[in-house]
């Protein structure tokens, strides 16, 4: 299992304190490697991935999308994801 690349995302959290939501975000960090990604909750083989994509938000955040046999998982980003994205359509091309 060879590390070809790393991308930051944000987890999410919405808590209530005293009758007030407030959210938390935290950095997280998900890992493209020759067979699988991994990321703190979870990780997949690559052939279980079916496409990777990118949407722009209107918020200062887009969300990557890891399209798998186990449905869609989104992971909220602030930097766009080129370098993950090109990396995982090199890989699935062998």
Known sequence: ?????????????RKIDWNVQKYEEEEKIIE??????????DQILMSDVFDVSYKISKRSMGVLY???????????????????????????KK
């Open 1 to 13: 299992m060879k590390l070809i690349t790393t991308h930051t995302y944000i987890k999410v959290t």
């Open 32 to 41: 493209l490697y020759d067979d699988t990604i991994i990321w703190q909750e």
């Open 66 to 92: 890891l399209h798998t046999n186990r449905g869609v998982f989104p992971f909220y980003v602030k930097k766009v994801p080129e370098e993950f994205i090109e990396q995982y359509k090199r890989l699935k």
